[in-house]
């Protein structure tokens, strides 16, 4: 696999068993009748059983967190709700000591699941993330258990090295370390499949990434918009090249497929523009994809069909769309808006036979991260230790 970075280092959670032998599978299917059956009417083995055909695979997603610690105030900090009867209300949304537990209550139940995210979870952030270039937001997300995250623009407003610092760890080469303890980096791997070395024309991070389980694999590959050039600062994207979303995707969706992976999900740090505001608002409800315009539209219009759904953001817009792949058959497009205030929950049905999703039964809906809940006390204390390291600094008089 192509990558001029170091490698993250692999996650202790929710290891990867072995899929049984597939003697063992037909056997399974022999008892199929004497087992209770799931949803699509296959059987879901009871204790000591194999595998059923059908897995439900979890995917929670979010998007453009920007280094949102805290609960985000103002309009910032609030979302807006489609009633029934037609009209809309504003609901406090965001904060990850609660993003946290509400992402933690959605897993239980799910032991196939897997937290992505769309970029920009770093730049422009507040004071408590971007005084300390962003550590405390990778810190944060390690505890929330990101899987896996794309690039998106404002992971490069500091720059290639930079941004291999985050995902390596240690400290920052002129402001040092902040604690007594060296910066660990990100857990989770960020991708960068169509972000290039002008040199060596090899992405500056891995372009791709496969989750296992039990015999189960879903590969992500993740890209930030090819312009982002255009709109971050030239010495944070100098030496680098931005290639085409569509192309790069296609290129390592063949890529995976040789290596056996068929189920694959795209996570594109770029948006559309729904046609409603509201968090909930049906995408689909008018027909012909009319729902949700910009560019994302062309891109799911034209990355290829083994890409079974597309993660999106930069436009901090919440959607739960179908847009048609080329192929003319309908495809997840989703975006959970930003700051922290909403996630997706999208359920990915994979077939252990063809090792495929069932897109006919992809399911999705976006969720607020509403301020009703428990704080997660370790979010809480993370965000603690930060701001009293930040106060000195925060409350100095400049003028």
């Known amino acids: 696999m192509p990558a001029t970075s170091q490698p993250y280092r692999p996650r202790r959670r929710r290891t990867a068993g072995l899929l049984a032998a597939a003697a063992s599978l037909a056997t399974a299917g022999a008892l199929a009748a004497a087992l209770p059956a799931d949803a699509h009417g296959n059987p879901t083995g009871g204790h000591g059983s194999k595998p059923s055909r059908y897995q439900d ?39 990850v000591e609660y993003l946290a537990t509400h992402l933690r209550e959605a897993r239980k139940g799910n032991p196939y699941s897997i937290t992505a995210a769309g970029g920009d979870m770093v730049g422009a952030s ?17 505890k929330l258990d990101l899987d896996v995250t794309s690039v998106g623009n404002h992971e490069f407003d500091e720059g290639a090295k930079e941004l291999a610092r985050l995902q390596n760890g ?97 996570l594109i740090h770029e948006g559309g523009f729904p ?57 997840m497009v989703t975006s959970a808006a930003s700051f922290g205030r909403l996630y997706t929950d999208t359920t990915l049905t994979y077939d252990r036979f063809t090792g495929d999703i069932a897109r006919t039964s992809v399911k999705s809906a976006n969720h607020v991260v509403t ?3 428990p704080k997660a006390a370790d979010l809480t204390s993370l965000i603690g230790k930060w701001n009293t390291l930040a ?9």
């Open 391 to 399: 106060a000195p600094i925060g409350n100095r008089a400049i003028g």
């Open 275 to 331: 046609a409603s505001a509201s968090y909930n608002y049906d995408c689909d409800a008018s027909g012909g994809g009319s729902g949700i315009s910009g560019p994302i539209v062309d891109i799911a219009k034209n990355v290829t069909p083994a890409v079974d759904a597309l993660v999106t953001g930069h436009t901090h817009n919440a959607y739960v769309c179908t847009i048609d792949d080329p192929s003319g058959k309908p495809r």
């Open 57 to 95: 695979v979890q995917l929670l997603s979010f998007n453009d967190l920007h280094g949102n610690l805290e609960p985000p105030s103002g309009s910032s900090g609030r979302v807006t709700e489609l009633q029934a009867d037609g009209t809309t209300k504003t609901i406090d949304a965001g904060g």
């Open 371 to 373: 301020r009703t809940v």
């Open 126 to 142: 507040p004071l408590i993330s971007g005084l300390f270039h962003d550590e405390p937001t990778i810190e944060a997300l390690n």
């Open 170 to 266: 240690g400290c920052h080469p002129t402001d040092g370390c902040y604690t007594d303890k060296k910066f660990k980096g990100a857990d989770f791997p960020y991708l960068a499949a169509n972000v290039l070395d002008e040199k060596t024309k090899k992405p500056i991070l891995k372009p791709y990434w496969v989750w296992k389980k039990n015999g189960v694999k879903v590969g992500f590959i993740g890209v930030t918009l090819e312009g982002t050039p255009g709109i971050v600062s030239a010495d944070g994207v100098k030496g680098l090249q931005f290639k085409d979303e569509v192309e790069t995707i296609n290129k390592y969706a063949k890529e995976l497929q040789k290596q056996g992976v068929k189920s694959i999900v795209a």
